[in-house]
């Protein structure tokens, strides 16, 4: 395989890209300046090195724990579950959250082979051991982010002292956490109710 | 008539209040929809009869009618069938004063793209669920039978079809029990624990009992109506329209509605105790389900079922023993009363589609039929036949002759 065959290739493994968008970009980085370039590949060669999941909050970083686990002022009692690591930047462009989060890595999804043990939750029982306040379960307002908030809701709610509450449907039906507003999410968290 | 009006006590027993006006079809453009190439026309105000020979593309031209009310084939055709042999992409248009003035609503699909848009007033709908409903029209087709003898499939998706038109949230409430339902008997077929499958069981009855709620509130409200209109082209016979949602009805309320009934057990049950019902029903089911890797109860099993007098004085199930006439009966009547819903949520006439209705019945139930059309209705029509009729509706509707995929007046 040619060298520029290689590269739509790869370029087009990327999600929402189709083979004419992997095309155009590649032939957009030939023509770019070979600095800048060089440019995004180390930057995806950095990530790839330094950027892992944080081994308390499973979100990803280049430190462990990550900087909101390490942040002192951050309310450690409460948390915030979502479901990837891209849905904290959300709530943080919101700015009406100083707790922590916990990443579950996905959500269940039969249809895609995604249960229980292919989620975050193990690790997530354990932090509750200590001294958590409140869970905010907010995973998306889709069909199956709706399933996975009621399986965890009921995986919770024995636990002594832990309130267990869940965004408000501010959210667009079916709409990510990561294409919401801030607004919408600052409401969202607002409102949120026990389940 | 073996009872009187007064048996009756809902208003859509004496037939329709007249409506203050009715949704008029004006401009009709198409291009390489089916046999047609391009077509255009003006519909009189009153409505029209289409003579044409089988194959000429009568039901077509009602087929792309339609197609702009719900963005599907009524034939239960896919997209790509739609258009021309050769083509890529089909176009429908038509200008429509409806009780949001005049509009014009557009749909094209491109085969290539797999791609379908909806415009209205020239600008694109992202939602489908936003246009759909927006034309007004009710079809009567002869396939219409098939609702009464066919598959219990059909059923739902009468009622599917008619309460996405006239009930807000319905599209979506399906579309979600749909998405949920699928993943539930995934985690089924895979052994998913109990606590996996209540999670799935928490969305399923929540929109699950927003499905059921609607369809048992629409046949309720109808079921005199049907039972009227049945018994009026049968000439005497009894109709009875009942639902049947496979988790059988909330305690203490028949949701079968006879007029009697009705009347008796009051409204319908509310959704909550659609949902505490469904809840209890899949609780009921837990073994059989998992040893069937599938959701054995719920709307998507739900049957409507069309009962009558047949031969004598006892009321029996028309799909198994209605003759071929009983069940076109049952089947008119279902869309008389079809009719009268959306009269009710337009706040006026809808259009009538009527494609070829009168062929298959006999001169009695014909001319029944015929009067109910005239009778408080003043709907523009437009009538397919393969010959020119002694029907006449509307004071005589123009004539014109469809040959090729071409019309002439
Ligand atoms: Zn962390």
Same mark, same amino acid.
């Given at each position: 395989?040619?060298?520029?065959?290689?590269?739509?290739?790869?370029?087009?493994?990327?999600?929402?890209?189709?083979?004419?968008?992997?095309?155009?970009?590649?032939?957009?980085?030939?023509?770019?300046?070979?600095?800048?370039?060089?440019?995004?590949?180390?930057?995806?060669?950095?990530?790839?090195?330094?950027?892992?999941?944080?081994?308390?909050?499973?979100?990803?970083?280049?430190?462990?724990?990550?900087?909101?686990?390490?942040?002192?002022?951050?309310?450690?009692?409460?948390?915030?579950?979502?479901?990837?690591?891209?849905?904290?930047?959300?709530?943080?462009?919101?700015? @009406?959250?100083?707790?922590?989060?916990?990443?579950?890595?996905?959500?269940?999804?039969?249809?895609?082979?995604?249960?229980?043990?292919?989620?975050?939750?193990?690790?997530?029982?354990?932090?509750?051991?200590?001294?958590?306040?409140?869970?905010?379960?907010?995973?998306?307002?889709?069909?199956?982010?709706?399933?996975?908030?009621?399986?965890? @809701?009921?995986?919770?709610?024995?636990?002594?002292?832990?309130?267990?509450?869940?965004?408000?449907?501010?959210?667009?039906?079916?709409?990510?956490?990561?294409?919401?507003?801030?607004?919408?999410?600052?409401?969202?968290?607002?409102?949120?109710?026990?389940? | 008539?073996?009872?009187?009006?007064?048996?009756?006590?809902?208003?859509?027993?004496?037939?329709?209040?007249?409506?203050?006006?009715?949704?008029?079809?004006?401009?009709?453009?198409?291009?390489?929809?089916?046999?047609?190439?391009?077509?255009?026309?003006?519909?009189?105000?009153?409505?029209?009869?289409?003579?044409?020979?089988?194959?000429?593309?009568?039901?077509?031209?009602?087929?792309?009618?339609?197609?702009?009310?719900?963005?599907?084939?009524?034939?239960?055709?896919?997209?790509?069938?739609?258009?021309?042999?050769?083509?890529?992409?089909?176009?429908?248009?038509?200008?429509?004063?409806?009780?949001?003035?005049?509009?014009?609503?557009?749909?094209?699909?491109?085969?290539?793209?797999?791609?379908?848009?909806?415009?209205?007033?020239?600008?694109?709908?992202?939602?489908?669920?936003?246009?759909?409903?927006?034309?007004?029209?009710?079809?009567?087709?002869?396939?219409?039978?098939?609702?009464?003898?066919?598959?219990?499939?059909?059923?739902?998706?009468?009622?599917?079809?008619?309460?996405?038109?006239?009930?807000?949230?319905?599209?979506?409430?399906?579309?979600?029990?749909?998405?949920?339902?699928?993943?539930?008997?995934?985690?089924?077929?895979?052994?998913?624990?109990?606590?996996?499958?209540?999670?799935?069981?928490?969305?399923?009855?929540?929109?699950?009992?927003?499905?059921?709620?609607?369809?048992?509130?629409?046949?309720?409200?109808?079921?005199?109506?049907?039972?009227?209109?049945?018994?009026?082209?049968?000439?005497?016979?009894?109709?009875?329209?009942?639902?049947?949602?496979?988790?059988?009805?909330?305690?203490?309320?028949?949701?079968?509605?006879?007029?009697?009934?009705?009347?008796?057990?009051?409204?319908?049950?509310?959704?909550?105790?659609?949902?505490?019902?469904?809840?209890?029903?899949?609780?009921?089911?837990?073994?059989?389900?998992?040893?069937?890797?599938?959701?054995?109860?719920?709307?998507?099993?739900?049957?409507?079922?069309?009962?009558?007098?047949?031969?004598?004085?006892?009321?029996?199930?028309?799909?198994?023993?209605?003759?071929?006439?009983?069940?076109?009966?049952?089947?008119?009547?279902?869309?008389?009363?079809?009719?009268?819903?959306?009269?009710?949520?337009?706040?006026?006439?809808?259009?009538?589609?009527?494609?070829?209705?009168?062929?298959?019945?006999?001169?009695?139930?014909?001319?029944?039929?015929?009067?109910?059309?005239?009778?408080?209705?003043?709907?523009?029509?437009?009538?397919?036949?393969?010959?020119?009729?002694?029907?006449?509706?509307?004071?005589?509707?123009?004539?014109?002759?469809?040959?090729?995929?071409?019309?002439?007046?």
């Amino acid at each position: 395989m040619s060298a520029i065959e290689d590269l739509i290739t790869e370029l087009g493994r990327l999600p929402g890209v189709g083979r004419k968008t992997a095309q155009r970009l590649a032939y957009h980085l030939l023509k770019t300046p070979p600095g800048e370039a060089r440019q995004l590949s180390r930057a995806i060669d950095r990530v790839v090195d330094e950027v892992h999941a944080c081994s308390t909050c499973g979100n990803l970083s280049d430190s462990d724990p990550c900087e909101f686990c390490s942040d002192a002022r951050r309310d450690g009692a409460v948390l915030c579950v979502v479901e990837e690591a891209s849905d904290i930047t959300a709530v943080e462009k919101s700015g @009406h959250f100083d707790g922590v989060y916990h990443v579950l890595g996905g959500r269940l999804s039969p249809l895609d082979g995604m249960g229980p043990d292919d989620l975050n939750i193990t690790a997530l029982l354990t932090r509750l051991r200590g001294g958590v306040r409140e869970v905010i379960l907010a995973t998306n307002p889709s069909v199956e982010g709706e399933a996975t908030a009621t399986y965890l @809701h009921r995986l919770l709610r024995d636990l002594e002292g832990v309130r267990i509450t869940r965004l408000a449907r501010g959210l667009p039906v079916g709409g990510d956490l990561e294409y919401a507003d801030g607004v919408t999410i600052a409401e969202a968290f607002t409102g949120r109710r026990d389940m | 008539m073996p009872h009187s009006a007064s048996a009756h006590p809902s208003p859509q027993a004496s037939g329709p209040e007249p409506a203050t006006g009715a949704v008029r079809l004006g401009r009709i453009r198409l291009r390489d929809f089916r046999n047609f190439e391009r077509l255009e026309c003006e519909l009189p105000a009153e409505g029209v009869m289409i003579l044409g020979s089988n194959g000429a593309g009568k039901t077509n031209l009602l087929e792309a009618v339609y197609y702009l009310e719900v963005f599907r084939s009524f034939r239960g055709a896919s997209d790509r069938e739609l258009v021309r042999f050769g083509q890529e992409v089909f176009r429908v248009e038509a200008t429509v004063e409806g009780p949001r003035g005049e509009r014009t609503i557009a749909a094209a699909y491109s085969a290539a793209e797999r791609r379908k848009q909806v415009e209205v007033d020239r600008r694109e709908v992202s939602r489908l669920s936003d246009a759909i409903g927006g034309l007004g029209a009710v079809v009567f087709s002869l396939e219409d039978v098939e609702i009464v003898r066919g598959s219990p499939s059909g059923r739902r998706r009468f009622m599917d079809i008619l309460l996405s038109l006239v009930e807000p949230g319905y599209v979506d409430a399906l579309g979600k029990y749909r998405s949920v339902l699928s993943q539930r008997n995934e985690a089924l077929k895979g052994g998913a624990d109990r606590a996996q499958l209540e999670a799935w069981s928490a969305g399923l009855i929540e929109v699950g009992a927003r499905v059921m709620e609607a369809r048992a509130r629409w046949v309720a409200g109808r079921a005199a109506a049907f039972d009227h209109y049945h018994s009026r082209i049968a000439g005497g016979a009894r109709g009875v329209l009942g639902y049947r949602p496979s988790l059988g009805a909330p305690a203490g309320r028949a949701a079968a509605a006879s007029d009697d009934e009705a009347s008796a057990e009051g409204r319908p049950p509310s959704r909550a105790a659609w949902a505490e019902a469904f809840r209890a029903a899949l609780e009921r089911t837990r073994e059989r389900e998992r040893r069937r890797g599938v959701t054995v109860v719920g709307p998507h099993r739900d049957e409507l079922a069309f009962t009558a007098q047949v031969g004598g004085e006892e009321e029996r199930d028309l799909r198994t023993y209605g003759s071929g006439g009983q069940q076109r009966t049952a089947a008119l009547a279902l869309r008389l009363a079809e009719a009268d819903t959306l009269r009710e949520r337009l706040g006026r006439e809808p259009v009538y589609l009527l494609d070829d209705v009168f062929a298959e019945l006999d001169r009695e139930r014909s001319g029944r039929l015929l009067q109910l059309l005239e009778e408080g209705r003043s709907g523009q029509v437009v009538l397919t036949s393969p010959k020119p009729s002694e029907v006449r509706l509307r004071g005589g509707l123009d004539v014109w002759r469809l040959r090729d995929g071409r019309l002439e007046s």
